[in-house]
């Protein structure tokens, strides 16, 4: 199994930071790579997906970036909303595999 | 908009079988992947497996040896079976749309095994 591995674990930022979130894999998955956001009680919500891409309705302050092993989530600007915790997923190789999440918080 | 929604025993009993439904609206199950994933209380995801609505299938296989996951397009749903459960089998199911990256999500419904 691909193992991936999020970094930090637990963050504390302000609001309006720059905060950056980073995943990497254990082989390369090329662009294989999506982020999810997860709320409290909540399911969780695609975010981006093939790294890059952001899904529709996501606000533009989320970008990703990354190939190969080495992946990042960013968001401009941290808002309020934006506290949860952060998944990336590799879909390269079966079986599909999860980071073991980023929690967010506000400093 | 497609809407995901789980089903079934919030309760099951160590060594039987959790069987959940997920009914699809907004959208047809056809054309598209479908896949279960699951959240212990407190921990991260695991993915389960998917179905196409075809009826081919892939599992993970750490839980291969005990889960179906099947498909009826009549009635717009997909179901997972996990067999022999135990404890660490206590979890947030989900289903969802994709097999990969996975756009739509239940809410998600406990199971807890306990006897």
């Known amino acids: 199994d691909i193992q991936m591995t999020q970094s930090p674990s637990s963050l504390s930022a302000s609001v309006g930071d720059r905060v950056t979130i980073t995943c990497q894999a254990s082989?390369?998955?090329?662009?294989?790579l999506n982020w999810y956001q997860q709320k409290p009680g909540k399911a969780p919500e695609l975010l981006i997906y093939?790294?890059?891409n952001l899904e529709t309705g996501v606000p533009s302050r989320f970008s990703g970036s990354g190939s190969g092993t080495d992946f990042t989530i960013t968001i401009n600007s941290l808002q309020p909303e934006d506290i949860a915790t952060y998944y990336c997923?590799?879909?390269?190789?079966?079986?599909?595999?999860f980071g073991q999440g980023t929690k967010l918080e506000i400093k | 908009q497609v809407q995901l929604q789980e089903s079934g025993p919030g309760l099951v009993k160590p060594s039987e079988t959790l069987s959940l439904t997920c009914t699809v609206s907004?959208?047809?199950?056809?054309?598209?992947?479908w896949s279960w994933v699951r959240q212990p209380p407190g921990k991260g995801l695991e993915w389960i497996g998917y179905?196409?609505?075809?009826?081919?299938?892939n599992y993970n296989p750490s839980l291969k040896s005990r889960v179906t996951i099947s498909v009826d397009t009549s009635k717009n749903q997909f179901s997972l079976n996990l067999r022999s459960v135990a404890a660490a089998d206590t979890a947030v199911y989900y289903c969802?749309?994709?097999?990969?990256?996975?756009?739509?999500w239940g809410l998600g419904t406990l199971v807890t095994v306990s006897s």
């Open positions: 969802a749309r994709g097999g990969g990256e996975l756009r739509y």
């Open positions: 907004g959208g047809s199950i056809r054309s598209h992947y």
């Open positions: 179905i196409y609505f075809t009826g081919s299938t």
């Open positions: 082989q390369d998955i090329t662009n294989h």
């Open positions: 093939d790294a890059s």
């Open positions: 997923q590799q879909d390269d190789n079966l079986p599909y595999t």
